[in-house]
Nanobody, 123 residues
Framework: QVQLVESGGGLVQDGESLTLSCTAS????????MGWFRQEPGMTRVFVGA????????YYTDSVEGRFTVSRDNAKNTVYLQMNSLKPEDTAVYYC????????????????WGQGTQVTVSS
């Protein structure tokens, strides 16, 4: 059983940056692809980005490509989501998740989830 805890959310202005962290415990962090998702009120949870456990390859949804960066530090059991040039439409609850599948963007492919952290971008 893997427990995931996100941190780093908050309120920022349009164009500012924010870094989210997700720390894992209870499992072999280095053996999991780690993904970031976000969810707006009344909407489904959607893929933001992920980093594989095999070769640290990263994947992003088109709307954040070039602005967001996913990275991981296996020594700290932590995955990060660096968010630059934030926009009001990035406002959502952000979740990290873990899967043993190397590449997956469907939330259903992830087994373990954090509790989420709110990111609010004001205009």
């Amino acid at each position: 059983q893997v427990q995931l805890v996100e941190s780093g959310g908050g309120l920022v202005q349009d164009g500012e940056s924010l870094t989210l962290s997700c720390t894992a415990s209870g499992g072999t962090f280095s053996s999991y692809t780690m993904g970031w998702f976000r969810q707006e009120p009344g909407m489904t949870r959607v893929f933001v980005g992920a980093i594989t456990w095999t070769d640290f390859k990263t994947y992003y949804t088109d709307s954040v490509e070039g602005r967001f960066t996913v990275s991981r530090d296996n020594a700290k059991n932590t995955v990060y989501l660096q968010m630059n040039s934030l926009k009001p439409e990035d406002t959502a609850v952000y979740y990290c998740a873990a899967t043993r599948v190397e590449i997956v963007t469907d939330p259903g492919g992830y087994v373990y989830w954090g509790q989420g952290t709110q990111v609010t971008v004001s205009s």
